[in-house]
Structures are given as structure tokens and as C-alpha cells.
């Protein structure tokens, strides 16, 4: 069989496997957030935190809930890195830097999960599991809250309440993310990845010599990091790693992972909203872009030119012979149209239109199918903006959902999506004008360029993968990133919900013969081009002097 004939299988397989998952976890996540039951550990959560779980909150409350939490936890993983040397279980690993440390903080919590470091060469077990773990459920768990509260603001009429956040965060975590990482976890053991608490050891080497190796939680925090959409690694290859992903099986069960709540929650969606029809628009419009990328992926690196790539049947350089190009192809896509940023391939030695691919995946906001939550919510921004020009073409005020779209509505989604690429090419453009980041880019020229855009691309749409080669753990890159991270995630979420307490104030509009169907393939259709003409107008220029002068070079 070809190289390219079994990639369009594992694609198949995996397509098959996220259809037959999409219906039960949907219906499942909707009863979750609409039940009014509480579990008795969830009752010992609310009485340890004083939370009430019962009380409806408005917007500017559940966005204080939401602000509150995430600032707890940047101090709390903050200070646990700070105190690493102290603590037992650490390897003999020093405690982390003041300027690492905050950019670890402010990378976990924002889900984004980007590292400047060596993970098997920083950070001891406490750290991994009672640090970066916990907080791959919690940073997960938040944004599916925020989701949530605006499809309750679609769903609710004459009323600015959006449930409550407490309840939410504990209910996503327990009976959602919890259950189907154990599941995870023990399906990557079973493939290959190791599950201890082993200390550092050595281990021999084929050249002769040894190599000191450690172990770890490794499969429960790779279920997680890849169901949540978190990313990162407990090793710096990440998931190129043996012990993280051992085998082209465990590889497309991580792909699994990775999309499979961010496209369940269209259902979830369609379920809460009264029309399963709504959710399947939104699904479309993902689906189309991301089978779309994967395609356009596996062909440029396929088809690359040239003796040695010839050879090798395509442009393998940084991909791992387990995988394949199809293998790596579909996991950079999936990574980089996601926030998940677990790599398992080098990204900087893509070709230059699929280092491009990866980039712009990015850039589209994460949204097909997006992270675990941010996904759908920014898809419903997108919708909003969709319908709005739709109303400017025929001359009617928009509608979506039963909602009028006026004024606040639109400035609130125009904020949502101006946030970003103001952060991204803002900082690009000041590292690039200063000495000291430039110094710390290995490549000159177009691909020099494309490291740093990456870097703050990847960091501001909170994904967390990089592009390599640049040397980023100073306290340059430390600080910025961090603040991007910070921002590019807390900073749309008050626009979202914002615009979830507007629209749940509203009464509903009836639907008459010149409302727009938004349940339609013609609807799907104009939202896919809405987001490929708002992101190439906004990032074209910078992708030019980047991976396109490469690509168009090579």
C-alpha cells in the first residue's frame, strides 16, 4: 500500500471514529450543563469553596468567577515552581526561574501550554501532576463554561442570567474530562506509554555510552493534555516521543482525543439551543475547514520536489518514520486548527507552504473544530458576523437564533476578533524592530520571520506549539509570551460574555419569510468564506513576508 493511500485510510478510520463518538457525547455534555442534580463530591466541592451551586449568575459575575479562578491558579503553579527544589518527588531539579516560571503559570492556565523548557530536564512529579496536570482539566473545564454560558445566552429569553460558574467548572470536570481521560489513559498505556513515578536512571545506548532517562505520569497527563485541547509535553520532543506516543495506533487515538469534545459540543450546542439542525451548520463549517487543511497538508509535503525528498517519498525531514507524513500531516493540522499544540513532528523543517498550513490554522482563530470550548464559542462569534453581513446584503437587521444582532451585539464580536491579531502581529513587530529577540531567532531571512510570527501566533490564540529554532526561554520571550498568553485568552472571554448577557436579555424574534436560514448548507457556506476572507485580510501581509517568500523561494 502507498504512503498516501494509507494516510487517506487512517484519515477514513479516524473521520469513522468521531462520527460514531458525536451524538452520545454531545446529548451526554448537554445533560451535564442542563441537569440541576448534584453528585455528593461535587456537594463537598461547593461547601469547601462556599459556592452556591443553585444561584444563577449574570454576566459581570460569572466573568469574576471566571477572572478569580484563573488568577488563583497562575499563583498557586506560580509559587509550586517556585518551591520545586523543597519539595519531595523532584529529581533533584532546581526550583524554575521567576521570568520561566510565570510564562509556565500563564501558559497551563490559559490552556495553551506552551513551553520554553525540557520538561524530563525541569520538573520534578509534584510539579507535572499536582501542577501542570491539574490544570489541564481545570484550564479545559473553564473554557467549556464560558461556551456553555453563551449558548444559554442564545437559548434564554428576557433574562441576563447565564447559569453558574462554579457549577459548571466542577460539573465539565468531573463527569466530562475526568471519565474519558482514565479511559484514555489506559488505552495509551495499552499501546506503549509508560505510567510511573520512576526516578532518573540510565540507560544504555546502540553507539555505546548510556543516557539518563526519568519517568512519570505520562499516559493520564497525555490523555488529558490531548482530550482537553492543552498540549505541552512531559518530554521536549513531545508527542514524538516513544514513551508519550509509541506507535502510529497510539498517534491517531491522540488525534482522536484532540477533536473529539471540540466537535461533540456542536451537538451539545444544537441540543441546548432547541435545533439539532444549528449544530449541524456549525459542525459543517469545521469540518470543511479542517478536512480541507488536512488535505492541502498531505499534498504539500507529499509533493515536495527534489532528490531527496523523492527519495524518501516526500518531505520527511523532522517527521517521525513511525508516523509517516500522513501521520504527522493530520496531527499538525489537527494541533494548529485546535489550542491542543502537542507537536509530533518538527514544524520549522515542514515545507514552507506547510509550515504556512500550521500557521494559519492558528490564525483562523482556532475555531474548526477549536479548542475544547474556545472552539465552539469562537465559531458562534464568527456566526454572528456571518449573519450580519449576510443582513447588510439584503438590507434586513441580522437575526441568529431568534436574537437580533444590533449595535452592542456586533461591536462586542468585532472586539472578539480584533484581540488577537492585534497581540500577535503588535509584539511580532517589536521583537522584530528590537536587537535582542532577533538574537535569539537560529534562521535569518523568511523563516527567521516565520519562528517569531509563529511564536506569538501561537502563543496569543493560546495553542502552545512551536515552531522551533527559536530560542525562547529568555526573559524577553518569557515575559511577552506570557502576557500574550494571558490576554489572547481572558480578554475574549469578556467580550463572549458579554455578548451572552445581551443576547439573554433579548426577546425572542419570530421567524418570518425574510429571516435567514442559518441551518442551511448556503449559511455553512457563507460562514467557511466569512473566516478564510476575515483571517486573510488580516494576516496575508505578515504570511507574505513569511512562510509565502519561502515557499514561492524553495
Known amino acids: 500500500m502507498s504512503p498516501q493511500a494509507a494516510g487517506l485510510l487512517q484519515l477514513t478510520a479516524l ?41 444563577e449568575m449574570r454576566w459581570p459575575a460569572y466573568l469574576r468567577g471566571v477572572l478569580a479562578f484563573s488568577a488563583v491558579s497562575v499563583l498557586f503553579l506560580y ?18 526561574d521567576p521570568d520561566q516560571a510565570f510564562n509556565t503559570a500563564a501558559s497551563f492556565v490559559a490552556n495553551t501550554n506552551w513551553q520554553s523548557y525540557s520538561g524530563e530536564q525541569a520538573m520534578g512529579h509534584v510539579v507535572q501532576t499536582g501542577g501542570l496536570a491539574v490544570q489541564n482539566f481545570l484550564s479545559a473545564a473553564v473554557g467549556m463554561a464560558v461556551a456553555v454560558a453563551l449558548v444559554r445566552g442564545f437559548a434564554r429569553s428576557r433574562t441576563g442570567e447565564l447559569g453558574n460558574f462554579w457549577a459548571d467548572l466542577v460539573r465539565g470536570t468531573l463527569r466530562i474530562l475526568v471519565p474519558i481521560s482514565v479511559i484514555g489513559a489506559l488505552v495509551l ?51 514524538a516521543h516513544p514513551f508519550e506516543n509509541p506507535n502510529p495506533l497510539s498517534n491517531l487515538f491522540e488525534i482522536f482525543l484532540i477533536l473529539l469534545i471540540p466537535f461533540a459540543l456542536t451537538r451539545t450546542f444544537g441540543r441546548m439551543a432547541g435545533s439539532l439542525r444549528q449544530g449541524y451548520a456549525i459542525l459543517g463549517a469545521m469540518a470543511v475547514i479542517w478536512i480541507g487543511f488536512t488535505a492541502l497538508m498531505m499534498w504539500t509535503e507529499f509533493a515536495h520536489r527534489g532528490p ?35 507537536v509530533n513532528s518538527f514544524h520549522s523543517s515542514y515545507t514552507g507552504f506547510g509550515g504556512g498550513i500550521t500557521m494559519l490554522g492558528m490564525q483562523l482563530g482556532e475555531i ?97 506549539s512551536a515552531f522551533a529554532g527559536l530560542g525562547a526561554d529568555t526573559p524577553w520571550f518569557n515575559t511577552t509570551i506570557g502576557i500574550a498568553m494571558l490576554l489572547g485568552r481572558f480578554l475574549p472571554m469578556v467580550f463572549v460574555l ?30 467557511v468564506g466569512t473566516i478564510l476572507i476575515i483571517t486573510g485580510l488580516t494576516y496575508f501581509p505578515a504570511l507574505a513576508l513569511g512562510p509565502l517568500a519561502e515557499g514561492l523561494a524553495s
Open 308 to 342: 531527496a525528498f523523492e527519495i524518501a517519498g516526500g518531505a520527511m525531514e523532522g517527521k517521525e518514520t513511525r508516523f509517516g507524513i500522513a501521520g504527522s500531516s493530520m496531527f499538525a493540522v489537527s494541533t494548529t486548527l485546535t489550542s491542543t499544540g502537542a
Open 79 to 96: 509559587l509550586l515552581q517556585r518551591i520545586q527544589g523543597s519539595l519531595p518527588g523532584s529529581l533533584g531539579f532546581s526550583s524554575i
Open 368 to 464: 474548526a473544530p477549536g479548542g475544547v470550548g474556545s472552539g465552539l464559542y469562537g465559531m458562534l462569534i464568527m456566526a454572528v458576523i456571518a449573519v450580519f453581513i449576510a443582513g447588510l446584503m439584503v438590507g434586513r437587521t441580522p437575526e441568529y437564533l431568534g436574537k437580533k444582532i444590533g449595535t452592542r451585539q456586533i461591536k462586542l464580536a468585532a472586539c472578539y476578533i480584533l484581540v488577537t491579531p492585534a497581540l500577535v502581529l503588535g509584539f511580532t513587530g517589536v521583537a522584530m524592530a528590537l536587537p535582542t529577540p532577533a538574537d535569539s531567532m537560529t534562521n535569518s531571512g523568511a523563516h527567521g520571520f516565520s519562528e517569531i510570527l509563529y511564536a506569538y501566533t501561537s502563543g496569543a490564540n493560546n495553542n502552545g
Open 15 to 55: 473521520m469513522a471514529a468521531l462520527a460514531l463518538a458525536y451524538r452520545p457525547l454531545g446529548d451526554h455534555m448537554a445533560k451535564v450543563y442542563s441537569s440541576e442534580k448534584h453528585y455528593a463530591p461535587e456537594k463537598w466541592i461547593y461547601k469547601a469553596i462556599g459556592a452556591d451551586p443553585a444561584a
Open 498 to 527: 458579554a455578548l451572552a448577557g445581551s443576547l439573554a436579555e433579548q426577546r425572542p424574534v419570530p421567524e418570518t419569510a425574510g429571516t435567514l436560514r442559518t441551518d442551511k448548507p448556503l449559511y455553512a457556506g457563507l460562514l
Open 189 to 239: 498505556v495499552a499501546c506503549g506509554a509508560i505510567q510511573n513515578f520512576s526516578g532518573i536512571h540510565q540507560v544504555g545506548q546502540f553507539t555505546g555510552g548510556t543516557q539518563e532517562w526519568n519517568g512519570g505520569a505520562v499516559a493520564s497527563q497525555e490523555a488529558i493534555k490531548e482530550l482537553g485541547t492543552n498540549g505541552g509535553g512531559y518530554f521536549n520532543a513531545n508527542s
